[in-house]
């Protein structure tokens, strides 16, 4: 099956067996609040695995070897196994084989579990180290919203505000990896107006966010929560002609721009050791 259809009497949502990506989230309403696609971005809410962003030149050193490694890594574009299809709840897996033991040598198991309960959509990642060394890696949500949330509505009626006041500044990339400047931070206290030109210079960058959760609202619309557990920075993104607003929790980002190392040694790794397993979470909140 390509595609599983979970409900709960209050909402709906799809997730697809193609990156475990959930691609339709529905509200009582039947109101559609996923980016649907279209050709200014492809996607709707992909899985980022076993890195966030980008490496230089694309390129994973490890062990004295070259792999290459495209940005956001390879778990989005592979075909996750149907663990449980339940009528609120499902779950998929993916482990390594010969193909991605060509791109990152590392033994794993990476699990994708949604779950619906109240108002909320909980989606659980869960990565396991059935190898013989530690598992280096990295893991990042990507949902995309419709921005704007309601149709009438212009972009800049819309806003985040955090759970608490984000006075810290702010980090970019540029061709793809982390930039060592800091930039004073858009947030005002605790809110961000939102505009395109916010996304001129691509995401918005939170590496040590204070807060652990996020509204996105606008006067009229849905507002919409996304809470996370274990990720360690946030990303604010959108792209010119694109009516989608990114919220994406990490643990993990880019290569800083003068780092060429060993990727064991890659700023903002997981490190799990033989037989560990680590989970993260996000969940996605109606009505907050």
């Not at 212009?154 to 759970?163: G, I, N, Q, Y």
């Not at 930039?179 to 960058?205: N, Q, S």
Request: some cysteine; overall charge negative; glycine content about 10%.
């Amino acid at each position: 099956m390509d595609r599983h259809e979970i409900t709960n009497g209050r909402l709906s949502a799809a997730i697809k067996a193609d990156g475990a990506e959930l691609c339709s989230l529905r509200d009582t309403q039947g109101r559609e609040l996923l980016w649907q696609a279209g050709p200014a971005w492809p996607r709707h809410a992909p899985v980022l695995f076993p890195i966030v962003g980008r490496l230089k030149d694309d390129r994973l050193r490890h062990a004295g070897r070259d792999y290459r490694l495209t940005q956001h890594g390879f778990a989005r574009d592979r075909r996750f196994a149907w663990e449980e299809q339940g009528p609120a709840a499902c779950r998929l897996s993916l482990t390594d084989d010969d193909w991605t033991r060509e791109r990152y040598p590392f033994a794993f198991r990476f699990e994708m579990a949604y779950a619906l309960e109240g108002d909320s959509l909980t989606v659980r990642h869960r990565l396991s180290n059935p190898g013989t060394e530690a598992l280096p890696a990295s893991i990042g949500g990507h949902p995309a919203f419709r921005w704007p949330l309601i149709g009438g509505l212009p972009k800049t009626a819309h806003e985040l505000v955090f759970e608490t006041d984000e006075p810290a500044p702010i980090r970019r990339v540029t061709g793809g990896l982390l930039t060592p400047d800091h930039h004073p931070t858009p947030i005002r206290g605790r809110r961000l107006p939102l505009d395109e030109g916010l996304f001129a210079d691509d995401a918005v960058i939170l590496d040590q966010p204070a807060s652990r959760s996020v509204r996105y609202t606008a006067p009229g619309a849905p507002a919409i929560e996304v809470s996370w557990d274990g990720f360690e920075q946030l990303g604010v993104w959108s792209k010119a002609g694109g009516d989608f607003l990114c919220i994406e929790p990490w643990h993990g980002h880019a290569s800083p721009t003068d780092f060429d190392g060993p990727f064991t040694d890659k700023p903002g790794l997981l490190h799990l050791v033989p037989g560990e397993t680590r989970e993260l979470t996000y969940r996605i909140t109606l009505g907050i």
